[in-house]
């Protein structure tokens, strides 16, 4: 089981907290104008689960994949 670590953009306020919170983690990503999670191996549990309390939106969150 894969976790993949996600954000609804949908909802997404861009009010770059969880990028203070979690800047190794979130950016902005000013070509498409959206928040994006970082492609990287490792991600620090304690600082995406506060980034994942404080977000106003509630709109990050970890998905699972069988892949
Ligand atoms: S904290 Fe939530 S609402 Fe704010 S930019 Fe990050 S994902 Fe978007």
Redesign the pocket.
């Given at each position: 089981m894969k976790r993949i670590l996600y954000?609804d953009i949908g909802r997404?306020?861009?009010?770059?907290?969880?990028v203070e919170t979690a800047p190794s983690v979130?950016r902005y990503n000013e070509q498409t104008g959206c928040?994006e999670v970082i492609d990287n191996i490792y991600y620090p549990e304690d600082l995406v689960r506060e980034?994942i309390k404080?977000?106003?939106?509630d709109?990050?969150r970890w998905d699972e994949n069988d892949d």
């Open positions: 954000i997404c306020s861009e009010c770059l907290g969880c979130f928040m980034a404080n977000c106003p939106k709109c990050i």
